[in-house]
């Protein structure tokens, strides 16, 4: 049953190190919010999966929480590379990072096996390509009536599943509108849930066929406005597509980027905190380049 | 980047009104970001205006006024016929064979052209040089389109005589190499270059020079590229981009240009 | 590419004598009047498929139009026994009728599996029954990673979809609202489909993530108003509760099944022709009940 | 039909009563139509407000103001927190392990609370003298759900020595028949019928008799059943109905039977 509380509560109760935490949204309400929070609580020896880990986990790769990374395309989105991601494989700095590398497809279903209950899915991929030498979770299976070769991948089953949403009602029910992702998947293969919402409302006012995630699968609804900025909230708040750039700058050198951290994550106390001092220095910052 | 042509385009300019041209209306096109996103747009808003674009955000059928940055922008989504899930994208749209072209682009390419956007040199997957993204969507789009189109800088970084990594599959070593594993679709059946178009040999399915851009030569084609690369007996010349169509990219890239800036 | 055309026209032309046809909708939308066409036109040697093979296909059983059923349950819901489905077992009247029999799970999972073009679907089930015994289409599968024995159904591949809908723009993009049954599944898995509508409209007015079937996959579409009476449409009409409990009555013995649909479907021109003859019979009945 | 008994109440109604007394606020329920959807939703306009009932329509916590006739009425998918695919109600929901309860009723049940909805008599399968409606849902609410309740009129037609068909597994042939062909849940916990209540051996999950209703006596039961069923020595009496319950149920039934009456 949800229950709401503030997001540091959320993941300090839910979020243990050594989990495997799948914090999803394509493009579209990424949790960053949270993600933000587990750097705050200094998480520890993480796997995380996702199928575009961008700049929320380059962040935690960055900050040497990750231990494994699931993944299947790790770039910043119209920009480039992820430097932190590239510097812990290329450099493993400031850790190795053993790597789970699959398609968007096998990721996708991999997520529909663990919502489903079953131990694999099955897809028609991978077949000529390195990728199987490389992930023992990658294996063929014959199919029983046609005996056609498909590909099988195991279940993604995470301890912990991040979301984040437009609105909960007071029970706890959550409406997702807009590009929709995997989220209903991870958050019903997963463990537990976390979901950050823009806003309680009394009442969804979700039409029929509306994305309602249901209170009784997730664990912890926290309220956090702007919790998905840079990423966006249909109906909200655009995506601000002049961090990711700034991402990559920020993030190019360890020193910069631990200095971006210290300055705007570990140097607020939360969400709020970091959206006041994010919103000041962009605001000067346009002041002095017009 | 290439340079600025007399013909008053750019050879960038040129292979993007080249893709755009391979495309008809009412296929079913999968976008990716960037260079193919243009052309398939370039397409709809010129000779191909029902064209079905769909992008693996799980947008079908997205109409945007200006070129989306993301895979999933919110202007994709508001101009969609219908917006799914993603595990639905990949199952019911794209394993489903619904899709007729899948447009994909590369770090590395190979003379069947397989395709590499995983890793580049060092030593080996655990160790590279360079980490690039990774697989994404591409795999499967080179698995279960009717057919690919690549779109790619021709030179001989990017034209390997060997990939460091398979990441999807073109025609593997050729001939009915896709048949054999039980691939669905044609793979890849152009490659649109800033220097000409490449195709499969109908048999061999070894890449083959067919088509060349105005103002390019063989030569400088075949030093760009990381083997011996085959050229047609029958190789013809591109036809250079129309005005029309130079205009209505650059009007689109600058819509693009303005709505993005304003950001924040 | 969707075309608009009449009913019948849709029927003659997409539809062939042994055809596997699938006519879907989960109490909500079922496309009565397509399959009333059916009967005008004297499809023969049909394979149907359907999860609830309810009225619809108690007609075109009693009419002899079907060779084989694949269905998981075959009942007149809230009302008890399919009589015509009955006396085709027990009695093979008016000739036998080769059952392909699943549980609901099984077939929803083998229509996804036709939509995503795989050849078969793996689902936790029908593990101690007796249906595989008299089904060869179930079959055990092994996961490659846990060793864990599952079931594994064939792919639903049905050569014609025929589904009812609310609305279709004048592209032919179709809407479906409320309960959605397996309409995206079958229409995405068959070679061609029917989609009969309520009416056509400028704009669906659809929402984001309102379930739209696009019209490049949709082979016919036809407005035919009223077209899944005694179904219902959401927003349109009611479900004929009445007319279930007189189907019990009317379909109980050959004759008054056979002058029923004398009456009512070859009897009648189309579905227009149908409704007018129903409307006036049973206001008629009302009156003389009064 | 049971017959009105001087309490006040019928054993039909006591059945439905007790099944809905069963129920918790919370748990998720999955539902049929007919005698389970009376007992859930007696449950919930009484002293389970917060249960959870999901319809196999993929109706996710419907709230019917009146019964539904069909799984499928626009009154569940009105009143539903959600409404989702046939085929994610049977895999993300079902399959998925999210089911706290499943609700089944049957044509035949065995001692191992095994149950048969597909034939009975006649020359098997291919021949059977009465052809029933088949599985539906209900192989895999027996298998996924966490427990299951079964609630039947028990006489010795349908409390057989032998099923004709299995349909859907109870404890199969006893013991920990289930866990060994890997199924998730627990299995039928409780049957409820007209004359008590059912539950398995905690060992050889043979049925026993553990309630009786009252004024039922152990012979009338044992006599309603066509296997020697096994009495618990610790056989209790279930409490009669409260009169604020069978007033609710009686105005749920009212209210549905004016309901669909204007149907037309």
């Not at chain 1, 989105?77 to 290329?90: I, Q, T």
């Not at chain 2, 922008?73 to 101009?79: C, G, H, K, P, S």
């Not at chain 2, 030569?217 to 129309?242: N, R, Y």
């Amino acid at each position: 049953m949800a229950q709401f509380m503030p997001l540091a509560d959320a993941i300090a109760t839910h979020v243990h190190d050594g989990d495997t935490l799948a914090m999803e949204g394509f493009t579209h309400l990424i949790p960053h919010a949270a993600g933000h929070e587990l750097i705050r609580q200094q998480k520890q020896e993480l796997t995380v999966m996702r199928m575009t880990p961008d700049i929320i986990y380059d962040q935690l790769i960055g900050m040497g929480l990750v231990r494994k990374l699931v993944f299947s395309w790790g770039g910043n989105p119209g920009v480039g590379s992820l430097h932190r991601f590239r510097d812990a494989v290329e450099k493993e700095w400031p850790r190795a990072l053993e790597l789970e590398e699959h398609s968007h497809a096998g990721m996708a279903c991999a997520y529909q096996a663990g919502a489903s209950g079953l131990p694999f899915a099955v897809l028609r991929g991978y077949a000529g390509t390195d990728m199987p030498h490389y992930n023992p979770n990658i294996k063929r299976i014959s199919c029983p009536f046609t005996g056609e070769q498909l590909a099988a991948v195991p279940a993604h089953r995470p301890d912990v599943a991040v979301i984040h949403a437009q609105k909960a009602d007071r029970a706890g029910n959550v409406l997702i509108t807009g590009i929709q992702g995997v989220q209903k998947e991870v958050v019903l293969g997963a463990k537990r849930a976390i979901v950050t919402v823009e806003e309680k409302v009394d009442d969804l006012g979700a039409g029929f066929n509306a994305i309602v995630l249901p209170h009784w699968v997730i664990a912890a609804v926290c309220v956090v406005p702007f919790g998905a900025h840079p990423s966006y909230a249909q109906g909200y708040y655009k995506r601000d597509n002049a961090f990711y750039t700034e991402w990559d700058d920020i993030s190019r050198t360890r020193e910069s980027f631990l200095a971006w951290i210290a300055d705007y994550i570990t140097g607020t106390r939360d969400h709020a905190g970091f959206m006041a001092k994010f919103n000041a220095a962009h605001s000067d910052k346009e002041r002095s380049n017009g | 980047m290439a340079d600025d042509t007399k013909a008053g385009y750019t050879r960038d300019e040129l292979m993007i009104v080249e893709a755009a041209r391979q495309l008809r209306s009412g296929q079913s096109c999968f976008v990716g970001i960037g260079m193919p996103s243009l052309a398939a747009n370039l397409a709809r808003l010129t000779h191909a205006s029902e064209i079905i674009l769909i992008y693996e955000s799980g947008t079908i059928g997205a109409k945007p006024a200006v070129l989306p940055l993301s895979i999933g922008d919110q202007e994709l989504a508001e101009t969609a016929d219908a917006v799914v899930s993603v595990p639905e994208i990949f199952t019911y749209w794209l394993q489903g064979g619904r899709i007729n072209i899948g447009f994909l682009g590369a770090a590395q390419i190979d003379r069947y052209a397989n395709i590499n956007t995983t890793v580049i040199g060092g030593d080996g997957y655990h160790h590279p040089k360079v980490r690039l993204p990774g697989a994404g969507g591409a795999p499967e789009i080179a698995t279960s389109c009717g057919e690919v189109f690549i779109l790619l800088r021709q030179n001989s970084k990017s034209f390997v005589d060997k990939l460091d990594f398979i990441t999807s599959v073109g025609h593997l070593d050729g001939g009915n190499a896709r048949q054999r594993i039980g691939m669905p679709g044609r793979g890849p059946t152009r490659i649109i270059t800033d220097l000409g178009i490449l195709e499969p040999h109908p048999e061999s399915r070894e890449l083959m020079l067919t088509r060349i851009h105005p103002g390019v030569t063989v030569d400088e084609v075949l030093a760009a590229t990381g083997w011996p690369l085959k050229v047609s007996e029958h190789l013809q010349q591109t036809e250079p981009p129309s005005q029309h169509y130079l205009d209505v990219m650059r009007d689109l890239q600058q819509r693009t240009a303005k709505a993005h800036a304003g950001g924040r």
